[in-house]
């Protein structure tokens, strides 16, 4: 079968397009393919709200007690990472990433943050800390989620829910993070 990246001629897709349809067991409508492709965008857009959301809410809970934090992007090992706030934020010293999560994509989100861990201590910062705020019917599983991301990676800090964000500001003193109180 010929690339179907670069096939401009519509009649190299034919085959392909052939073997799709024997698969799918009812035909297509294209009022179904509309809506599909529209509840898709919808949950995308929902969860790019709800990531922001906590992001902010986490930075803004660091920067209460922490004026000098936010965003940072660490260019190190020629890869360009986004810190979703960092501490303090010209120079980071902690690196705190933040996520909402629920049970189904846990496993892939602590593998995330595992390798985001190994690029951040690899790039100079000293702490990275975990923000992974699981939604209220999985409050009752929070040290098993706990002891995953620590069996998996050795971070920092893992918070789970919005009322331990006040771990932030005991940690940064105890660790001497510039600029905290």
């Avoid at 360009?80 to 892939?108: F, T, W």
């Avoid at 019917?137 to 920092?156: M, Q, S, T, V, W």
Wanted: glycine share 6%; aromatic share 8%.
């Amino acid at each position: 079968m010929c690339s179907l990246r670069r096939a401009r001629d519509r009649e190299k897709f034919r085959p392909f397009a052939e073997v799709v349809r024997s698969l799918l067991a009812h035909p297509l409508r294209l009022e179904t393919v509309l809506y599909k492709f529209y509840k898709n965008w919808e949950e995308h857009q929902r969860r790019h709200w709800r990531g922001r959301r906590a992001e902010n809410e986490v930075c803004t809970a660091v920067k209460a007690r922490c004026g000098n934090a936010g965003k940072y992007v660490l260019l190190c090992c020629g890869k360009r990472r986004e810190i979703d706030c960092a501490v303090p934020r010209d120079r980071p010293v902690v690196a705190i990433n933040v996520r909402v999560g629920v049970e189904e994509d846990s496993a892939k989100r602590i593998k995330e943050f595992a390798a985001e861990l190994k690029e951040a201590k690899e790039c100079g910062v000293k702490y990275f800390i975990v923000a992974y705020l699981v939604p209220e019917h999985e409050k009752g599983r929070l040290e098993e989620i706990r002891a995953e991301f620590l069996e998996e990676a050795p971070f920092d800090l893992v918070v789970l829910t919005s009322e331990e964000l006040g771990l932030f500001a005991e940690r940064l003193r105890e660790w001497g993070v510039p600029g905290c109180v």
